[in-house]
């Protein structure tokens, strides 16, 4: 047995880096450990040992530690269980992430999530554009994301808007008219009854949106941190007075134009007859309160998003990639933590690994169910 018990030692270490690895090429012509591995061997049993240094029986001993290695490596297959031989320690609660956890896929358990959300006291939703995909809102980014012959990241900046303030309104008023005939899908309501039902308990939802729609405010939701601003807000460029504004269309001389299709002549409006301040005295020209490309985000905004993603105790990831803004800088200073975090997405990413839970497929069905009323729910 004293091979085996010598390769627990040196096997314990390199099982999470055997991990990700497929169990075939463990399996193949390459040794499944290394030649510091084999002198950790020739180590322990003693360097004076003349044995050990006969090549030949060096290697059938080693082809007899690879089938006890692969023999051990197959009772390994539950995490929990892994976890335990890594460590010596219990296993973590359900969600949480030790060292060897954070290498192993996420759980798409909807009874171990419901488990984790029954005890949540303080629950931060980071929501990204593909919450409102599903309501057919466009993002005019990616493949067949344009607005005329340009894509958002041409026209949502302030080089664009001094170059051009007509086209930039067009293309917002454009969007403003058109989340008139959108409405919030599930997801958004699933999120919004979830809000409304555990404040009864005394329990808190925030939402820290990277969408600028309000679909979330139109489902209900009221602690909402809007991070890139809103489609319904304007800033004047004078007085910089930001205010709510729900008129259609927002401007006399933008009513009919704003069109998508290529061919579409601009409007070339005169900067007088765009959206100007109603601040007395002011009439300075507004620009959608929104934060465009190569712009910061709003600090005292993100000063609240700070503090809710200091105390909440899950982290809910939903319709936006965890690679990219603004998941990217929020989730995985969540899951550091040791907080549980559930992505809800229509695909994995490279950062889904450092989560915990991991649901697939669209947010307004996987939500819904994750977010229903728990058993334990007494009001
Ligand atoms: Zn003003």
Redesign the pocket.
């Not at 004078?238 to 007075?241: K, P, R």
């Given at each position: 047995m004293a091979p085996t018990l010598t390769f627990m030692t040196v096997g314990c270490a390199r099982v999470a880096h055997l991990l990700p690895v497929d169990v075939a090429s463990a399996t193949g012509d390459q040794a499944p450990f290394s030649r510091q591995s084999q002198a950790l061997l020739y180590r322990h049993r003693g360097k004076t040992s003349r044995l050990w240094q006969d090549k030949q029986v060096f290697s059938s001993v080693q082809n007899l530690v690879s089938k006890i290695f692969l023999m051990i490596l197959l009772q390994f297959t539950s995490r929990r269980l892994l976890y335990q031989a890594c460590s010596s320690l219990k296993p973590p609660p359900i969600g949480i992430q030790g060292p060897c956890w954070e290498m192993a896929r996420p759980s798409s358990s909807m009874a171990d999530f419901r488990e984790v959300f029954a005890k949540a006291k303080h629950i931060a939703v980071i929501t990204g554009a593909g919450v409102s995909a599903e309501s057919g809102v466009p993002t005019f980014r990616g493949a067949g994301g344009y607005w005329r012959k340009w894509q958002a990241q041409q026209l949502a900046t302030p080089e664009a808007f001094s170059r051009n303030p007509s086209r930039v309104w067009e293309f917002y008023h454009y969007r403003r008219e058109l989340m008139l005939s959108k409405s919030p899908n599930a997801a958004h309501v699933a999120i919004a009854d979830c809000e409304a039902r555990l404040s009864k308990q005394g329990r808190k939802v925030v939402v820290v949106t990277q969408n600028i729609d309000e679909l979330h405010r139109r489902a209900g939701s009221k602690d909402l941190l809007e991070i890139h601003g809103s489609l319904f807000k304007t800033r004047?460029t004078?007085?910089?007075?930001v205010a709510e504004n729900y008129k259609s269309p927002i401007c006399k001389a933008l009513e009919g134009k704003g069109a998508p299709d290529p061919d579409t002549q601009d409007a070339c409006l005169p900067v007088g007859d765009l959206p100007r301040?109603e601040?007395q005295g002011?009439?300075?020209l507004l620009r959608p309160h929104v934060v465009w490309f190569g712009e910061t985000l709003d600090s005292n905004v993100l000063t609240e998003v700070e503090k809710e993603l200091d105390v909440c105790d899950l982290c809910l990831v939903v319709g936006t990639s965890s690679v990219v803004y603004p998941a990217a800088m929020f989730a995985p200073q969540v899951a550091a933590r040791g907080v549980p975090v559930a992505e809800f997405n229509m695909e994995t990413t490279p950062a889904t690994t450092s989560f915990s839970f991991h649901f697939q497929g669209p947010c307004g069905t996987t939500l819904s169910e994750a977010l229903a009323r728990h058993e334990s729910e007494i009001i």
């Open positions: 004047c004078n007085c910089g007075n301040c601040k002011c009439s300075g």
